[in-house]
Each structure stands twice: as C-alpha cells, then as structure tokens.
Antibody, heavy 119, light 107 residues
Framework: EVQLVESGGGLVQPGGSLRLSCAASGFTFSSYSMNWVRQAPGKGLEWVSYIASRGSAIYYADSVKGRFTISRDNAKHSLYLQMNSLRAEDTAVYYCAGGSDSSGYFVYWGQGTLVTVSS | DIQMTQSPSSLSGSVGDRVTITCQAS??????LNWYQQKPGKAPKLLIY???NLETGVPSRFSGSRSGTDFTFTISSLQPEDIATYHC?????????FGQGTKVEIK
C-alpha cells in the first residue's frame, strides 16, 4: 500500500522557520518526482515546489522562492521542505505529492500537515 | 503564469444526474490538464490526466475532454459518494496552476 506521511507542521511566529518531512513507503520512491502542494484554509490548491527523482531539477513557486528549500533523501525514502521567513499567508495544509519526472500530475498524496503562522 | 478559470464554483445535482464542470486556460496548454477529486478533510485524488485519460481504478462515470483551451469534466451519473470538490490543474508551464475548485453537492 502506498503511503506518504507528512510531519513537522505546527504553530510558528511570523519570521520563524519550520521543516516539514514526508516519509514514503509502498512504491519506488527514487523513481518518482516529488512536490509540495498547499491549501490555505477554505481556499484552492497551490503548487509550491518540485524536485526530480534524482534531485537533478528543482523548481519553486514565486511566492516561496528564496525562502523555502525542497530536498530529498532517496536512501531514507523521505522528502523535506525547509521553510524560513514564514509569513501569515503561508498558513495552509501542506501536502507532499508524487508523480513521474516526465509529467506534472500527482498520483500519490499524503494526508497533509497544517502550518499556522501567527503571533 | 497560466490562469485556470474553473466554473461553476459550486453545483447541486440529484443522484443520477449528469454533471459538467469546465476549466478554461488563459493560453494554449495542449492536453496537459488534470482533474482531482477532494473529499472533505482528505487529500486530493487524481481522476483524469492529460485531459481525457482515466486514472487506474477510477469509475468510468468520470470523463474528461478538451476543445482548444477549454476543458470539460463530466460525471455521467452522479452518485452520493461523488460529493467532493473537484480541481483542475495545468502542467504545460511552470508554475503549475490549479483552478479555484468546484464543490459538488447532492440535492
């Protein structure tokens, strides 16, 4: 059974940092590109960042570029998102989502972790 | 960025109804359009990829089509378990972008 389990969310003050993790199992993690997609409360989905299966390509949405860093450890079947200089508008449920290097559709999704940025 | 205009924002149908949702791209995105279903409190689930391809295991009452920059998602016979929000997503150009979502309810 495919599983993606996010962790690391919580309450953080504006300007603070948080590191999200996503643990994968049930599929060949190293063969899949991975993404972070977020959803602000009551809002639609927003793609945040992409990393290729071997880490050879990385992309970010403009809204997080320079503040967030995506990384992965294929030996540990894990995906990460380092979030710095957090703002109130970063408040959202963050999902990790997996797809293929050659396409931009997300086949596998985690259950999400809530990040709340507030003083 | 490519804008995805999804309509309607919500709809209500009876069990057995044919339901249609549209998504219009602000520029040509070829066939690179996907549809997801998101039930309340859950993660999205891929239903349709590349405009019209049904993901494995998805019931055949779901379908998708394309006409130029206009994309249509159809539920041929609405079922109670189809209550959800449906999202379109383009991946022709980065940043990949989603529509605003359509909430589907049962009358």
């Amino acid at each position: 059974e495919v599983q993606l389990v996010e962790s690391g969310g919580g309450l953080v003050q504006p300007g603070g940092s948080l590191r999200l993790s996503c643990a994968a199992s049930g599929f060949t993690f190293s063969s899949y590109s991975m993404n972070w997609v977020r959803q602000a409360p009551g809002k639609g989905l927003e793609w945040v960042s992409y990393i290729a299966s071997r880490g050879s390509a990385i992309y970010y949405a403009d809204s997080v570029k320079g503040r967030f860093t995506i990384s992965r450890d294929n030996a540990k079947h894990s995906l990460y998102l380092q979030m710095n200089s957090l703002r109130a508008e970063d408040t959202a449920v963050y999902y990790c989502a997996g797809g293929s290097d050659s396409s931009g559709y997300f086949v596998y999704w985690g259950q999400g972790t809530l990040v709340t940025v507030s003083s | 960025d490519i804008q995805m205009t999804q309509s309607p924002s919500s709809l209500s149908g009876s069990v057995g109804d044919r339901v249609t949702i549209t998504c219009q791209a602000s520029q040509d995105i070829s066939k690179f359009l996907n549809w997801y279903q998101q039930k309340p409190g859950k993660a999205p689930k891929l239903l349709i990829y590349d405009a019209s391809n049904l993901e494995t295991g998805v019931p055949s009452r779901f379908s998708g089509s394309r006409s130029g920059t206009d994309f249509t998602f159809t539920i041929s016979s609405l079922q109670p378990e189809d209550i959800a929000t449906y999202h379109c997503q383009q991946y022709d150009n980065l940043p990949w972008t989603f529509g605003q979502g359509t909430k589907v309810e049962i009358k």
